[in-house]
């Protein structure tokens, strides 16, 4: 079919570089607010775990990201900790 692949796109202005994503997707990093609401933690003690080296982090520009990785095992490592 000539036009099906076309009809699937995201309608965007002409000229736009938006790129459709799967929204069912993990993310690959996380902002901090996202990474502190997933984890159940505040944004303080984030950054004091991120000092500690007890969390990895990345600096994209001036942002801060949490890779998913990241978050999934430092989750289980505190239930390890619990247990």
Do not use: D, W
């Amino acid at each position: 079919m000539a036009g099906s692949e076309h009809s699937r796109s995201c309608p965007t202005q002409e000229g736009s570089n938006v790129v459709k994503t799967n929204p069912a997707a993990a993310p690959i990093f996380n902002p901090v607010p996202v990474a502190c609401a997933r984890l159940g933690i505040g944004r303080t003690f984030l950054y004091e775990e991120v000092a500690a080296g007890h969390i990895k982090a990345v600096k994209v520009g001036k942002r801060r990201l949490i890779p998913e990785s990241e978050l999934q095992r430092y989750a289980a490592v505190k239930l390890a900790e619990a247990a």
